[in-house]
């Protein structure tokens, strides 16, 4: 009987112990989820709505400025942000509209007409769109069917000292890797 106590004891230690550390890794993976989940930004725009369509004024087929965008809802500890504006929908793929980097952590929207020389602050950085050029390039679809239009903003943990004026899409995504702590965008659409 003493045997049997014993054994049981034993049993019953090894039953807690694998319980104990099965609670302790799924709260460090519940931890890690956590922390990888990026907080999300709302962001939103004076001149459209999510879904809806972008007015002409701001393509190709108007006086193609870029639209006023702002947001809320951001972490503390943001460094500086970073806004891409693509289409997806494009015949050869992935359209890059826009282009805008190390906006400062302490700003919370971006006004209409934003050139490399006008209503933008002095220390944030432009990249090189899809047509080629430096700065906004409206939406210019061929006829069709509606394309869709993603305005996708970053908070960063950092201000990007090291990225130049007029980097990529994919030079700057790579440049944000590790940096990026909350996320954000607003979709418009626009046909010809």
């Known amino acids: 009987m003493l045997r049997f106590l014993q054994y049981f004891a034993k049993f019953f230690l090894i039953i807690a112990f694998l319980l104990l550390i099965s609670s302790s890794e799924s709260k460090i993976n519940s931890q ?50 970073a806004l891409i504006v693509d289409d997806p929908d494009a015949p050869g793929g992935d359209f890059v509209h826009w282009i805008i980097y190390n906006i400062p952590g302490n700003v919370k929207e971006l006004h209409e007409d934003i050139t490399p020389s006008r209503n933008i602050p002095e220390e944030v950085m432009l990249g090189t769109n899809s047509f080629g050029r430096i700065g906004y390039g409206g939406p210019c679809p061929p006829s069709g069917k509606p394309h869709r239009y ?9 201000i990007l000292h090291h990225v130049e004026s007029g980097v990529t899409k994919q030079q700057l995504l790579k440049a944000m890797e590790g940096h990026i702590i909350a996320e954000g965008h607003l979709m418009g659409k626009y046909k010809r």
């Open 150 to 158: 993603f305005f996708k903003l970053y908070a960063l943990d950092t």
């Open 32 to 81: 890690t989820k956590n922390k990888d989940k990026k907080m999300e930004i709302k962001l939103f725009s004076s001149a459209f709505k999510e879904g809806e369509f972008i007015p002409s004024k701001y393509t190709c087929e108007g006086s193609n400025v870029s639209p006023q965008i702002h947001w809320n809802e951001v972490p503390k500890n943001v460094k500086s942000f």
